[in-house]
């Protein structure tokens, strides 16, 4: 059942000019918003810290529509793995709040795509899902799925997260040396990372085999992610042809930003049998 009691003080649900609704949190120890329709969350700003997500300047965040920037969830499919939407229907279907906690370090909120957008969407499929947020001194993301089915479903998805950086051509992505990746942009080829990841053009990357920390260092900043149930993450950034060419999202946009997402994706896709759970994870923080 949805959450229908009296929100805590810090979070409020609140519409933009357009009528998209987002859980507006405000708690001394973080700011945050998180739109219903997605369970996308758009802003993270710990106290004391700059913003932990990358959020386009440019969307106007309409409903109906996937937004750019934040996190958005990619489920339960990836990228165009499946015929359907791009990244499946998780992204602009209506989820509905279940819990709030709030303690003096952090808010909880449990969210779920309604039993009923799922059937409707994939009639010949069997799942249950919800993701919960932590928000605090680090953000905690975990996607949690449960086959309901008889017959074994597969599963690839993302938290498709877009990260913020001073200038992308001054920034460089640690703990990846020795892993082999899929590069998209070569046909799928398999090639081994021999040193840090650094940006010259655009990259678009599925690393496989791979559960350690990432991290992202841009000036005097450095993210942390770490991931759990993931096997694979996925590197992009379009570069400033491909940008010009994707909805809301500035032109000079890639200089900005670096997606680092934790995924099931490429070989790391799953098969869930019935009664299977799956929990896909990631923490970003600066914690490094």
Request: negative net charge; proline residues 8%; glycine residues 8%.
């Given at each position: 059942?949805?959450?229908?009691?009296?929100?805590?003080?810090e979070?409020?649900l609140?519409?933009?000019?357009?009528?998209?609704?987002?859980?507006?949190?405000?708690?001394?120890?973080?700011?945050?918003?998180?739109?219903?329709?997605?369970?996308?969350?758009?802003?993270?700003?710990?106290a004391?810290?700059p913003?932990?997500?990358?959020?386009?300047?440019?969307?106007?965040?309409?409903?109906?529509?996937?937004?750019?920037?934040?996190?958005?969830i990619?489920?339960?499919?990836?990228?165009d793995?499946?015929?359907g939407?791009a990244?499946?229907?998780?992204?602009?279907?209506?989820?509905?709040?279940?819990?709030?906690q709030?303690?003096?370090?952090?808010v909880?909120?449990?969210?779920?795509?309604?039993?009923?957008?799922?059937?409707?969407?994939?009639?010949?499929?069997?799942?249950a899902?919800e993701?919960?947020?932590?928000?605090?001194?680090?953000l905690?993301?975990?996607?949690t799925?449960?086959?309901?089915g008889?017959?074994p479903?597969?599963?690839?998805?993302?938290?498709?997260?877009?990260l913020?950086?001073?200038?992308?051509?001054?920034?460089?992505?640690?703990?990846?040396?020795?892993?082999?990746?899929?590069?998209?942009?070569?046909?799928?080829?398999t090639?081994?990372?021999?040193?840090?990841?650094?940006?010259?053009?655009?990259?678009?990357?599925?690393?496989?085999?791979h559960?350690?920390?990432?991290?992202?260092?841009?000036?005097?900043?450095?993210?942390?992610?770490?991931?759990?149930?993931?096997e694979?993450?996925?590197?992009?950034?379009?570069?400033?042809?491909?940008?010009?060419?994707?909805s809301?999202?500035?032109?000079?946009?890639?200089?900005?930003?670096?997606?680092?997402?934790?995924?099931?994706?490429?070989?790391?896709?799953?098969?869930?049998?019935?009664g299977?759970?799956?929990?896909?994870?990631?923490?970003?923080s600066r914690s490094?």
């Amino acid at each position: 059942m949805p959450h229908t009691g009296i929100l805590p003080p810090e979070v409020r649900l609140i519409s933009n000019e357009y009528g998209r609704q987002f859980l507006d949190i405000k708690h001394p120890a973080v700011r945050a918003r998180i739109a219903l329709q997605g369970a996308h969350i758009i802003d993270c700003v710990p106290a004391g810290q700059p913003p932990l997500l990358w959020m386009s300047p440019t969307d106007p965040c309409r409903p109906g529509t996937a937004l750019r920037g934040g996190v958005p969830i990619c489920w339960p499919w990836f990228a165009d793995e499946r015929s359907g939407p791009a990244h499946g229907i998780a992204r602009t279907s209506d989820w509905q709040l279940q819990e709030v906690q709030v303690d003096n370090a952090s808010v909880r909120l449990l969210l779920s795509l309604p039993q009923e957008d799922i059937v409707r969407q994939l009639p010949n499929e069997n799942w249950a899902v919800e993701v919960e947020f932590v928000l605090g001194a680090e953000l905690k993301i975990a996607l949690t799925t449960t086959h309901t089915g008889t017959a074994p479903q597969p599963l690839s998805q993302a938290l498709h997260s877009y990260l913020p950086v001073a200038d992308i051509e001054d920034a460089d992505i640690t703990g990846l040396l020795g892993c082999a990746y899929i590069d998209k942009l070569q046909e799928g080829a398999t090639v081994i990372q021999q040193s840090a990841l650094r940006f010259e053009g655009e990259v678009d990357r599925i690393y496989f085999n791979h559960g350690a920390d990432v991290r992202l260092c841009a000036g005097d900043d450095a993210l942390c992610v770490h991931r759990e149930g993931s096997e694979s993450v996925v590197i992009w950034n379009p570069w400033r042809e491909k940008a010009s060419r994707l909805s809301q999202f500035p032109v000079d946009g890639h200089r900005t930003m670096v997606c680092i997402e934790a995924a099931n994706a490429g070989p790391d896709g799953r098969i869930l049998g019935p009664g299977d759970r799956h929990t896909l994870s990631t923490v970003i923080s600066r914690s490094c």
